[in-house]
């Protein structure tokens, strides 16, 4: 064992020509063994219910399946896969928990009554486990399949009407040639029975593999739990309408005041502010389940597509009926997805233009206010003009007040002078020694800005 390989942690080990495993790699690469399709043996009984499961936790799950005969001591770490397949007496259920739904898959053979009774049978009298435990699955009923899976000649597969009649009666339904070779027919009326389950009817050769079956079962009961799935965004679409329209009005009204400005910017940008508010609660609330609806829609064309279907005469196939009514809906929910961020955009040009017309006015207020203080500052400084001059000529009275006491004083004191003459002498040089000394403060004043 080399240095580096002593280093590493038990399990860590990968093999002498790999680095250490990244933390996720042995879960990356088992997903794809992670829900292993069932095997189911000719003939047989689907029975496939999905639940909601929002606000349920697997623990409560956990307790609902230790119910079942002989799985008391099921363990809560066996479910940490969110997949699990239970064997019972007679058959095997499969559980699966997603982040929407857990869907219970119980097979079993078919039971004999139901081939030999009359039309329309009822299949759940002869189930292997309770109904009562069916009824009490935690979480809300979201779709629910009877899937009978039988064995049939080539001629059965190829004209299955005479034998769907047995299981549907007199009801309208669809039907389709499935693979690439037609190597199976499945029929179905796509409507809920009293029991609440929905019925499909699939005919396949005897010597079909059992994986082959339990692929072919596994895709037909995910189209109609994925179908439904897709459905939940339609009502929200629905009722979302009313709201879509009051703000589209709102905003073409704010728009139509900013072109003929009936209004002020400041309600403008109040009543902007509250339909932008509404709209991101609503694309806060709805996004999730819009984008949910779109990745369902396009699970069901991706299983229809898987089936390879081809037409029987005088009936529709499964993806055709499917897709004739699920694409309306769909189209229902993307319109209304498409005009709340249109909405969202839209508000955000109109607020944008908002802030523009606000920033315009404002810089108009702030030239205004700049050119009245430029005014301003011109009469201040006509003023302060004038009251230099005014200063100057104070300044200069005191001045020659001063030179005049002093004359007096030279005279009193016998100094051969007349004070008045002298005082007068001065004015000139007083006037013009004093508007000097304001010039040179002045000067200095600029210098020092």
């Not at 496939?48 to 809560?76: F, M, T, W, Y």
């Not at 009722?239 to 003929?260: F, K, Y």
């Not at 809906?329 to 607020?351: F, H, K, N, Y």
């Not at 230099?388 to 300044?395: D, K, P, T």
Request: proline letters at 5%; one cysteine or more.
């Amino acid at each position: 064992m080399t240095e580096l390989d002593a280093d590493r942690l038990p399990g860590e080990l990968t093999g002498a020509f790999l680095p250490l495993d990244a933390p996720e790699r042995r879960a990356l690469h088992d997903e794809v063994h992670a829900r292993p399709t069932a095997r189911v043996r000719l003939p047989a009984l689907v029975v496939h219910v999905a639940v909601l499961n929002e606000g349920v936790s697997i623990d409560s799950e956990l307790e609902h399946l230790r119910r079942l005969p002989g799985h008391q001591e099921l363990r809560r770490e066996q479910l940490a896969g969110h997949f699990l397949r239970l064997r019972l007496p007679g058959g095997s259920l499969k559980w699966e928990r997603h982040t929407e739904v857990t869907r219970y898959s119980l097979v079993q053979p078919l039971p004999p009554e139901a081939v030999d009774g009359a039309s329309d049978p009822d299949l759940l009298g002869g189930l292997i486990i309770e109904r009562e435990w069916l009824s009490t699955i935690p979480g809300q009923t979201l779709a629910a399949i009877e899937l009978v899976m039988l064995a049939g000649s080539d001629a059965e597969v190829a004209e299955p009407m005479a034998r769907a009649r047995h299981w549907f009666g007199d009801r309208t339904v669809v039907a389709s040639l499935i693979g690439r070779n037609d190597h199976s027919s499945v029929v179905t009326d796509f409507r809920l029975r009293p029991s609440g389950y929905e019925r499909m009817v699939a005919i396949a050769p005897p010597d079909t593999r059992a994986t082959r079956v339990g692929r072919l079962a596994a895709r037909l009961v995910e189209i109609e739990t994925y179908r439904m799935l897709a459905l939940r965004g339609l009502p929200v679409a629905k009722s979302l309408q009313p709201t879509l329209r009051e703000a589209e009005l709102a905003v073409a009204g704010v728009t139509s005041s900013m072109e003929i400005k009936d209004r002020s910017d400041a309600e403008l940008l109040e009543t902007l502010a509250g339909v932008a508010a509404r709209v991101e609660r609503a694309t806060a609330m709805h996004s999730y389940r819009f984008c949910a609806t779109e990745a369902y829609s396009a699970l069901v064309r991706s299983r229809i597509a898987e089936l390879h279907e081809k037409a029987i005469p005088g009936t529709q196939t499964l993806g055709e009926f499917l897709q004739r009514r699920l694409a309306p809906a769909m189209a229902t929910v993307q319109s209304a997805a498409g005009r709340l961020a249109s909405l969202s955009q839209r508000i955000e040009r109109a607020g944008a233009m908002l802030r523009t017309r606000v920033d315009i006015a404002r810089e108009a207020q702030n030239q205004e206010l700049l050119t009245r203080l430029a005014t301003g500052q011109r009469l201040q400084l006509q003023l302060q003009s004038t009251v230099e001059g005014l200063s100057i000529a104070a300044i200069s009275y005191y001045v020659i007040s001063l030179l005049l006491y002093i004359a007096k004083a030279a005279k009193a004191a016998g100094a051969p002078i007349n004070p008045e003459m002298a005082a007068g002498a001065m004015v000139p040089l007083v006037l013009w020694g004093v508007w000097q000394l304001t010039r040179r403060i002045h000067s200095r004043l600029h210098q020092h800005e």
